[in-house]
């Protein structure tokens, strides 16, 4: 029940920053930037204002779980910016978003996925679900960094996460960074 409760204040403080974002600082511009590379950037500049503050808030984040142990890992970071890209895919916003979550909640998360590849709204949830594995084909078509397309890959399935390239103490890092959960 706790865990439940921890999610719904994570997806409520996440729909609310949405819902008040603002376009980023010229040094938050400027630092994305500097960690990304250009065919990451390509990507990255695909996202609305509020994707892009959600990201510069867990790439910072990361950064500072991860330089405690990992010092100088650009493409980690990089792989926190870009862990949410597959969201273009879906051509939703803040509200439809919250709505798709719920009935993604209510029919399932496996069926919501399989939806991906239909039109309407169906579509749209199915695409949402599966924003990580849309992402990682993103990131891999552009060019970008492996590590940024196997994190966007598996961040919301950690049962996965053995199956990519990704320290474990990485992994739960940039997953810590994101307010999502850890496997134990």
């Known amino acids: ?8 204040r994570h997806l409520a403080s996440r729909f609310l920053g949405s ?12 630092w994305v930037r500097s960690v990304l590379t250009a065919e990451d950037l390509e990507v990255w500049e695909r996202l609305g204002p509020a994707d892009r503050t959600e990201s510069v808030a ?16 650009s ?6 910016l870009l862990h949410d890209v ?12 919250s709505l798709a979550t719920v009935v993604a909640g209510v029919v399932g998360h496996e069926r919501a996925r399989a939806w991906h590849t239909g039109v309407g709204w169906r579509g749209r949830v199915g695409r949402y679900v599966a924003h990580d594995d849309l992402g990682g084909a993103l990131l891999t078509a552009a060019g970008a960094q492996p ?32 307010g ?4 134990d």
């Open 1 to 8: 029940m706790t865990l439940r409760l921890d999610r719904l």
């Open 86 to 97: 597959g969201k273009v895919e879906t051509g939703l916003g803040s509200v439809r978003r």
């Open 75 to 80: 493409a980690w970071i990089a792989a926190a």
């Open 180 to 183: 999502e959960r850890t496997r």
């Open 19 to 30: 819902v008040r974002a603002r376009p980023l600082s010229a040094a938050d511009a400027a």
């Open 58 to 73: 867990v790439g910072l984040e990361a950064q500072r779980l991860i330089a405690a142990f990992h010092p100088g890992a």
């Open 147 to 178: 590590e940024a397309a196997y994190w966007a890959e598996v961040h919301h399935r950690p049962e996965r996460w053995d199956a990519v390239t990704i320290p474990d103490e990485i992994c739960r890092a940039l997953a810590q960074a994101d």
